[in-house]
């Protein structure tokens, strides 16, 4: 199963990296913004996400 919304953890699965590098990425530019925050946790939509990857790949 393939879910549509990602978290920081499922992130850190997804790219088998820390919470911190996650954290670090996002100050960098190297992934974009949350998609949607709720309560304290944010929330990446996976088609946006790697949408952004493809089209910042040279960053």
Same mark, same amino acid.
């Given at each position: 199963?393939?879910?549509?919304?990602?978290? =920081?953890?499922?992130?850190?699965?997804?790219?088998? =990296?820390?919470?911190?590098?996650?954290?670090?990425?996002?100050?960098?530019?190297?992934?974009?913004?949350?998609?949607? =925050?709720?309560?304290?946790?944010?929330?990446?939509?996976?088609?946006?996400? +790697?949408? +952004?990857?493809?089209?910042?790949?040279?960053?």
């Amino acid at each position: 199963m393939t879910l549509e919304n990602l978290n =920081v953890s499922l992130l850190c699965e997804e790219f088998s =990296v820390s919470r911190t590098t996650i954290y670090r990425w996002r100050t960098a530019g190297k992934i974009p913004e949350p998609d949607f =925050v709720i309560g304290d946790k944010a929330y990446w939509n996976r088609s946006n996400l +790697y949408t +952004y990857l493809q089209n910042n790949q040279s960053h």
